[in-house]
């Protein structure tokens, strides 16, 4: 069974507040997202093995340490992945970045594929599969599912606000997956929104609605 693990760094709950409250508006909201994420890859990465190495300094020669040369991968899910992919990057630049396009039906909450694009060498890469909103888990272990499907073995999966039933249903379908997150809310409602939650991500996101 894949573990979860909650950030509770205080720097990220303090900007969680923000993202949450109704008055925070687009601008904000995306820059509060994108702070998050960079916050998050901090912590995501904490376990990123190291090789010994030596360099010159200005003074001598430092036994120092470099990430000992591992290959990860950033992906996406469509489009409010999209808001924490910058800030994940910020930190690892190397990263490769493959997209996974999936909407969520109003009438089933089921998600739909439309759009899969992935690094060519995924099989060989940890990927982080990223999305602020893990609600009935629908769009995650669809997205992981499909990335899995094109050969990925290694995987995370980085949200920011979860439904406990979410959870449960990504620990199910994928007990392989570990899953990193900003809070555990209480329940989802009628509509599969959860709550409190944070309301729309993508919408908030981009200034649709
Ligand atoms: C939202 C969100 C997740 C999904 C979560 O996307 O960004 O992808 O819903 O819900 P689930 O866990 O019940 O599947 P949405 O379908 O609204 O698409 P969008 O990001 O394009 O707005
Ligand atoms: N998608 C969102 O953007 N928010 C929710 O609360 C649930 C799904």
């Known amino acids: 069974m894949g573990k979860v693990y909650v950030f509770d760094h205080p720097l990220i709950q303090h900007k969680l507040t923000y993202i949450r409250d109704k008055n925070t508006g687009t601008k904000e909201f995306r820059e509060l997202i994108d702070e998050v994420a960079s916050l998050m890859a901090f912590e995501i990465t904490r376990d990123l093995p190291l090789q010994d190495v030596e360099v010159e300094t200005p003074v001598g020669t430092a036994k120092s340490k470099l990430i000992a040369g591992k290959k990860l991968g950033l992906v996406p899910i469509l489009r409010a992945g999209l808001g924490m992919v910058d800030g994940i990057l910020k930190l690892i630049p190397a990263a490769k970045v493959g997209h996974v396009g999936l909407y969520r039906d109003p009438e089933t909450l089921k998600p739909v594929e439309y759009y899969v694009k992935l690094?060519?060498?995924?099989?060989?890469?940890?990927?982080?599969?990223?999305?602020?909103m893990l609600a009935t888990g629908g769009s995650a272990v669809e997205a992981i599912h499909s990335v899995k499907k094109r050969g990925a073995n290694n995987i995370k999966l980085m949200c920011l606000v979860a439904a406990p039933e979410g959870?449960?249903?990504?620990?199910?379908?994928?007990?392989?997956?570990d899953i990193y997150l900003a809070a555990m809310d209480e329940k989802l409602n009628y509509k599969g929104y959860i709550v409190p939650g944070l309301g729309d991500a993508g919408d908030r996101l981009f200034g649709t609605k």
């Open 119 to 132: 690094p060519s060498d995924i099989e060989e890469r940890e990927l982080i599969v990223i999305d602020p």
């Open 167 to 177: 959870v449960e249903e990504v620990q199910k379908a994928h007990p392989d997956v």
